[in-house]
Nanobody, 115 residues
């Protein structure tokens, strides 16, 4: 059973930065895709950043240029560097991974950006 454990969330002022980490219980090489989603209160879960195929990355326009996904294969960890944070970035951030037909989620970490 794959486990994904997020860390690094917290409270930050607008314009600040946070780095989230997602540690996987096994090799991240085995995943077809791995990345981050977020869900704000009353809203649907949305993609934030993902390694979609190999080293290819994908970001929605709302975070492009501010967020960067990276990974450390030796540590089986994926990171999300978030800069220039805005109040609208406030959400629970979930780590996500897919291996063929199987999808895995972490429990999430809260990010709160104050104005």
């Amino acid at each position: 059973q794959v486990q994904l454990v997020e860390s690094g969330g917290g409270l930050v002022q607008a314009g600040g930065s946070l780095r989230l980490s997602c540690a996987a219980s096994g090799s991240i090489f085995s995943f077809n895709a791995m990345g981050w989603y977020r869900q704000a209160p009353g809203k649907q879960r949305e993609l934030v950043a993902v390694f979609a195929s190999g080293d290819n990355t994908n970001y929605p326009d709302s975070v492009k240029g501010r967020f960067t996904i990276s990974r450390d294969n030796a540590k089986n960890t994926v990171y999300l560097q978030m800069n220039s944070l805005k109040p609208e970035d406030t959400a629970v951030y979930y780590c996500h991974a897919r291996r063929n037909a199987y999808v895995y989620w972490g429990r999430g970490t809260q990010v709160t950006v104050s104005s």
